[in-house]
């Protein structure tokens, strides 16, 4: 890890409201509002969705 590396994760997790660093701690750990089975369960949901979409 570099100093720059370090500073482009952070301006990156800050970048609209810092909405990616708010889901990120809300996802975060098993006390999380978000279970990560759950999340990849939506994420699927919405592969299929594109998919669909695509195939129109």
Request: aromatic share 12%; hydrophobic share 35%; no cysteine.
């Given at each position: ?18 909405y ?20 990849d369960?939506?994420?699927?949901r ?11």
């Amino acid at each position: 890890m570099t100093k720059e590396n370090i500073w482009k994760a952070i301006e990156t997790f800050t970048e609209e409201n810092a909405y990616w660093l708010k889901l990120y701690y809300l996802a975060g750990g098993r006390e999380g509002i978000f279970e990560q089975n759950n999340m990849d369960k939506m994420i699927e949901r919405i592969k299929k969705d594109v998919e669909e979409i695509k195939d129109k």
